[in-house]
């Protein structure tokens, strides 16, 4: 049973473009979400991340929107550029003491130049 | 970035052999986890810390234990590798509910 899903396998997004990637959540107790970058051969980078109490959390180019109601988070990348390319993945949580991350499925960002 | 490596890099290793995967931190953080990365799945948490030797169960527990014997050093140890087990391992560290800080992976390859 996956609580965290992005469903879409890969994007790929034109550089300059806007990049939109999206993810859904069932358990309605998480309040605490998070979006991760990884390279290859590399360990998941923190990117940004959005509290259940907040709608929008920007942070220079990438801005996260979350939508309580349909269980659904989004990160904008604007403009999209070469090193963004990228697995992205979702995570959500519960706030009590550990962070035990629920991962999304991730999805796989190529810009094209 | 944050103080995490893992050893070894990549292993490879036969069915029914024990395997300890180590994972060293240099930033004194109280909450450490080991997650497993496999194709469609994301990552998924085996186990955590929240102490020396305070450990709990995570998502995929099964086959593995933990040891946390300091603060720096969380141990994951496959008792009886299987090749259900072969993945990329990672290991993550926390400040209570501060962001969670990854390091490389671990690459296992059981035969």
């Known amino acids: 049973d996956q609580q965290v899903k992005q469903n879409s396998p890969s994007l790929s997004v034109q550089e300059g473009r806007i990049s939109i990637l999206n993810c859904d959540y069932t358990n309605s107790m998480f309040d605490y979400f998070l979006w991760y970058k990884k390279y290859p051969a590399e360990g998941p980078t923190f990117l940004i991340s959005?509290?259940?109490?907040?709608d929008k959390n920007e942070d220079g180019r990438f801005t996260v929107f979350l939508n309580k109601s349909a269980k659904h988070l989004s990160l904008h990348i604007v403009p999209s550029q070469p090193g963004d390319s990228a697995v992205y993945f979702c995570a959500a949580t519960i706030i009590q003491g550990a962070q035990k991350l629920v991962f999304g499925q991730g999805t796989r960002l190529t810009i094209n130049p | 970035d944050a103080g995490i490596t893992q050893s070894p890099r990549h292993k490879v290793t036969e069915t029914g052999t024990p395997v300890t995967l180590r994972c060293h931190q240099t930033e004194n953080h109280r909450y450490m986890y080991w997650y497993r990365q496999d194709p469609g799945h994301g990552l998924r948490l085996i186990h955590y810390s929240y102490g020396v030797k305070d450990t709990d169960k995570g998502e995929v527990s099964d086959g593995y234990s933990v040891s946390r014997s300091k603060t720096e050093d969380f141990l994951l140890t496959l008792e009886s590798a299987t090749s259900s087990q072969t993945s990329v391992y990672f290991c993550?560290?926390?400040?209570?509910?501060?962001?969670?800080?990854f390091g490389p992976g671990t690459r296992l390859t059981v035969l």
């Open positions: 959005i509290s259940s109490i907040k």
């Open positions: 993550a560290i926390s400040e209570f509910t501060d962001t969670q800080y």
